[in-house]
Structures are given as structure tokens and as C-alpha cells.
Nanobody, 118 residues
């Protein structure tokens, strides 16, 4: 069973940056994705990356500001978030799948809270 441990969230001012991490045993075997859920909204996929790390995709609202990456040797995925906006406030989760199009396939972790506020 794949398990995820997300970290790196926090309180940041608008325009600031954070780097989220997602660790888990065997993650190098899967495509990975970052999701977020804002209060009162459904969870949404915002960034995905192939198993090799060569192809990425982003939701339009984060394109150009966020970057997903991975270190397969460490079984860890990252989400670099720059130019943060108040509307980025959400709980951020990672998940995995056999491809970017089949995620999420596994139980959710606890997530990490990101709050963008002055």
C-alpha cells in the first residue's frame, strides 16, 4: 500500500514562496501529482509528473508559478510554489498512479496546509 507524507506548508505573505515535499516508500514507481482542496471546494489536481520526471502538466491557475519535480532516489516529489496568491490557500496533498491520467489511485495522506495571507 502506497502511503504519502506531505510537508513544507505554512503561512506566507502574498508574493512569497514555499516548497512542498511528498515522501513515501516506492514512489519512484509511479506517476505523481499534487492536489489541493480549498475550504468549501472539491479537491483538484494542480500538477502532475511522469515516472521519469520528463513530462509535467499544470492546471492553468498555477502554470508559470508552480513547478513539480521529483527525486526518485529519495522517493520524494516536490512542489515549488512561487508568487503565491491568497487564492492558493488550501490543504495540499500528493498522490500517485500508474499514469498522470489515472491519479489518484491511493488513500490520501494528511496533507499540508498552505495559507497565503498578509
Amino acid at each position: 500500500q502506497v502511503q504519502f507524507v506531505e510537508s513544507g506548508g505554512g503561512l506566507v505573505q502574498p508574493g512569497g514562496a514555499l516548497r512542498l515535499s511528498c515522501a513515501g516508500s516506492g514512489l519512484s514507481n509511479y506517476a505523481m501529482g499534487w492536489f489541493r482542496q480549498a475550504p468549501g471546494k472539491e479537491r483538484e489536481l494542480i500538477a502532475g509528473i511522469t515516472r521519469s520526471g520528463t513530462i509535467t502538466n499544470y492546471k492553468d491557475s498555477v502554470k508559470g508559478r508552480f513547478a513539480i519535480s521529483r527525486d526518485n532516489a529519495k522517493n520524494t516529489a516536490y512542489l515549488q510554489m512561487n508568487s503565491l496568491k491568497p487564492e492558493d490557500t488550501a490543504v495540499y496533498y500528493c498522490n500517485a498512479g500508474q499514469s498522470r491520467w489515472t491519479m489518484p489511485e491511493y488513500p490520501w495522506g494528511q496533507g499540508t496546509q498552505v495559507t497565503v495571507s498578509s
